[in-house]
Structures are given as structure tokens and as C-alpha cells.
């Protein structure tokens, strides 16, 4: 167990609202990424997070924005959700160092975009 | 690029039975990680093992193995007297070495739905 929560775990939400999800973690970890898992795709990187204040983009940014004001909670707003974006969406931490990193996950958020 | 592959979408099995799940990867890195998450139907994502590149030691915990082939870019897992808890959707995924502090960024390919009958 990585200390990882995750909220809201179930959203419904309608196309055009922005949404907010939040990762909160309790162990101090530095590195933050939230992924997306949708059928035929696995999971993919959306936005990561080295430091407070210190986000980069993924693979699948377009449509997201993050933000870190402090190390244990990175938030992952949909600007203004579309019926794509319907998802479950996993965040995670890396424990470990020098090459021995190994990323954990939250429990996951299950969003319907109508 | 990196790309991993899983080209079992799903397989079935009988309890007891052995069961290997295959996993290609594609990297220009020579030093890279990989590897198995398991998730079962409850949806959470539980690691199972990382293995670093230049380590090709085959490794085995309890009834599951894992094979990792540098010269075929595989590293398939297998699991002995399969039972039905092992049912799950399981991913391979790859990173890259990083330096200066970037980030390992995981590549997952797209799983392996594993059903085992009682």
C-alpha cells in the first residue's frame, strides 16, 4: 500500500463542465503522474509531476491541465469534458531510486462524460 | 519509439493448467525496465516485477515466472497450476533509463485478460 487515494472514485458529469480530480498521497513521494486506461489502449501517461510546481505533459495531454501546490496531492482538471474523455483514471507515485524506481497506483476514478 | 506488445487479448484456461503470457517490446535504449502489473476485476493495478535490462536472469516467485529474452525483446510471464484468482487483466509495460532528473514514464501495452475456470 503507497498511501495513494484517489477522489472522486465515481463522477458523472455533462459535456462542456470542467472537472477536478484529486490524488493525495502520504508518503512524501516527489514523483506524480496521472494515467488514463481505456479498452485496445492500456494505460497512457497524461501529465507528470517531478516537484511542487514542476508538471510536464504525456502522451495524452491535450484537453487536461495539472496542478501540484504541494507534494501530496497532484489535481487533474478536465478544462471542459468532452464524451472522449470518459475514462477511468488512474494517478500514481514512484517509490525507489537510482534506476529502482517502480511506480505505484491509486485506486482509480471511474468518469462518465454525457 | 517505444512500443510494447501484447498480443493475447484474452486466454482461457482451466484451473491447473500452466498458462504464458507473451510480451515484445520495442526500445532504442540499451538500458530500459520492465514491467507486470496485475489487475484484477476489483480495477485496482498491483505490481508484480520490475526487471532491469541488463539483468537477464529468469526469475520465479511462488507459481509464477518470468522469461526475459534480450535477443527476442520479450518478457513473458507464466503462471504454473493457474487457480481462480488469478483470473485478471494483466500489462507489461517498459521504461527507459532517464537522466538529469527526468521521470521513468511507463509504456504499458494493452493486456492480457486472463480467465481461469474452475
Known amino acids: 500500500d503507497a498511501g495513494i487515494t484517489q477522489s472522486p472514485r465515481h463522477k458523472v458529469t455533462e459535456t462542456g463542465t470542467p472537472v477536478t480530480l484529486r490524488c493525495h498521497q502520504t508518503?512524501?513521494?516527489?514523483?506524480m503522474y496521472w494515467y488514463r486506461q481505456d479498452p485496445g489502449h492500456g494505460l497512457r501517461l497524461i501529465h507528470y509531476s517531478y516537484g511542487v510546481k514542476d508538471t510536464d505533459k504525456g502522451e495524452v495531454s491535450d484537453g487536461y491541465s495539472v496542478s501540484r501546490s504541494k507534494t501530496e496531492d497532484f489535481l487533474l482538471t478536465l478544462e471542459s469534458a468532452t464524451s472522449s474523455q470518459t475514462s477511468v483514471y488512474f494517478c500514481?507515485?514512484?517509490?525507489?531510486?537510482?534506476?529502482?524506481?517502480?511506480?505505484?497506483f491509486g485506486p482509480g476514478t471511474r468518469l462518465l462524460v454525457l | 519509439a517505444q512500443k510494447v506488445t501484447q498480443a493475447q487479448t484474452e486466454i482461457s484456461v482451466v484451473e491447473k493448467e500452466d498458462v504464458t503470457l507473451d510480451c515484445v517490446y520495442e526500445t532504442r535504449d540499451t538500458t530500459y525496465y520492465l514491467f507486470w502489473y496485475k489487475q484484477p476485476p476489483s480495477g485496482e493495478l498491483v505490481f508484480l516485477i520490475r526487471?532491469?535490462?541488463?539483468?537477464?536472469q529468469n526469475e520465479i516467485s511462488g507459481r509464477y515466472s518470468w522469461n526475459f529474452q534480450k535477443s527476442t525483446s520479450s518478457f513473458n510471464f507464466t503462471i504454473t497450476a493457474s487457480q481462480v484468482v488469478d483470473s485478471a487483466v494483466y500489462f507489461c509495460?517498459?521504461?527507459?533509463?532517464?537522466?538529469?532528473?527526468?521521470?521513468?514514464?511507463?509504456?504499458f501495452g494493452t493486456g492480457t485478460l486472463l480467465a481461469v475456470q474452475p
Open positions: 526487471r532491469n535490462s541488463f539483468d537477464e
Open positions: 500514481a507515485i514512484s517509490q525507489g531510486q537510482g534506476g529502482e524506481e517502480t511506480q505505484y
Open positions: 509495460a517498459l521504461s527507459e533509463a532517464y537522466y538529469g532528473g527526468a521521470t521513468n514514464k511507463l509504456i
Open positions: 508518503e512524501n513521494h516527489r514523483y
